[in-house]
T-cell receptor
Framework: DAKTTQPPSMDCAEGRAANLPCNHS???????VYWYRQIHSQGPQYIIH???NNETNEMASLIITEDRKSSTLILPHATLRDTAVYYC??????????????FGQGTILTVHP | NAGVTQTPKFRVLKTGQSMTLLCAQD?????MYWYRQDPGMGLRLIHY???????AKGEVPDGYNVSRLKKQNFLLGLESAAPSQTSVYFC?????????????FGPGTRLTVL
């Protein structure tokens, strides 16, 4: 699975958009970009994933560059409850890889009032 | 629909004692996983299972054993606990469909080995 690089920490004002970057320059053509987050002391929570196209769901948007070497997770209107560690994970989807996720250090997002 | 549940939530062991952590899921998922998380670090995969009766080693399997006798349950055993196994243990499950693999995580078990 491709290695990812994320900033260790970021701040965001409540109500503003939070843009979390992730570099994955060695990503392969069959590897997906997944985002999870972990709120203090809880189990990780799936946010969104994508392969090539930009994706949006009720939680966030995922923007993947055309060359797929980087991506940005966007929380459109951050709230205090979005304070968490955000993990960007690149891996082959399902099948023979058995869905194993490799968690790095992630980005600590702190949302301020 | 409870999702993924873990038992117990907390446990303190003495070095050399044994214990079993239970993970249960009610989503009929094929795949199940055990991770550990040490302070300030990301999760590391211990063992995983792609179906009832099958298990495989992950990134850090030493000192642990697992069993998947029933599809809905995945047990993690520590035969002789060591202080290095003090950690938070998370179980997860997924349906394993190709191209889409959202994992659902349990609330975690906090284990301290003295």
């Amino acid at each position: 699975d491709a290695k990812t690089t994320q900033p260790p920490s970021m701040d965001c004002a409540e109500g503003r958009a939070a843009n979390l970057p992730c570099n994955h320059s060695t990503i392969s053509g069959n590897e997906y970009v997944y985002w999870y987050r972990q709120i203090h002391s809880q189990g990780p929570q799936y946010i969104i994933h994508g392969l090539k196209n930009n994706e949006t769901n009720e939680m966030a948007s995922l923007i993947i560059t055309e060359d797929r070497k980087s991506s940005t997770l966007i929380l459109p209107h951050a709230t205090l409850r979005d304070t968490a560690v955000y993990y960007c994970i690149v891996r082959v989807g399902g099948g023979t890889s058995y869905g194993k996720l490799t968690f790095g250090q992630g980005t600590i997002l702190t949302v301020h009032p | 629909n409870a999702g993924v549940t873990q038992t117990p939530k907390f446990r303190v062991l003495k070095t050399g004692q044994s214990m079993t952590l239970l993970c249960a899921q009610d989503m009929n998922h094929e795949y199940m996983y055990w991770y550990r998380q040490d302070p300030g670090m990301g999760l590391r995969l211990i063992h995983y299972s792609v179906g009832e009766g099958t298990t495989a080693k992950g990134e850090v399997p030493d000192g642990y054993n697992v069993s998947r006798l029933k599809k809905q349950n995945f047990l993690l055993g520590l035969e002789s606990a060591a202080p290095s196994q003090t950690s938070v243990y998370f179980c997860a499950s997924s349906n394993g469909r190709a191209g889409y693999n959202e994992q659902f995580f349990g609330p975690g078990t906090r284990l301290t080995v003295l």
